[in-house]
């Protein structure tokens, strides 16, 4: 069974067992999050298309970690002789899902 959930502005397909990277949400290591906005739960049978989503469809899962991305630089150099170099890490969520009811 798999299920398409919609948190931090973007879309994810996920099943049980998969760990997915997330924008970052509340909660501590080893708690549990539930997701409500489910668009799509697909299975053996014929998928459940919500309409924006699927009434009564949860997916829940548990939280490993709370970290951040790798650095991206931004790098500025100006004809003038002087450079700017500055970095960005973005905070993140990993969730290993562990049930899809729905």
């Known amino acids: 069974m798999y299920a398409v959930i919609r948190t931090g502005g973007k879309q ?4 049980e067992g998969d760990v997915v990277r997330i924008e970052k949400i ?3 290591v080893g708690a549990e999050v539930t997701f409500t906005e ?3 739960v697909g299975g053996s049978e014929s998928p459940k298309v919500g309409q924006p989503t699927v009434a009564g469809a949860k997916v829940v899962g548990k939280v490993l970690a709370q970290d951040k991305h790798r650095r991206v630089l931004h790098f500025r150099k100006e004809k003038e002789g002087w450079t ?3 970095g960005h890490r ?3 969520t990993e969730v290993k899902v562990t049930s899809i009811a729905g």
């Open 84 to 86: 700017r170099r500055r």
């Open 90 to 92: 973005q905070p993140y």
């Open 26 to 28: 509340a909660g501590d």
């Open 38 to 40: 489910i668009l799509l």
């Open 12 to 15: 994810y397909r996920v099943a």
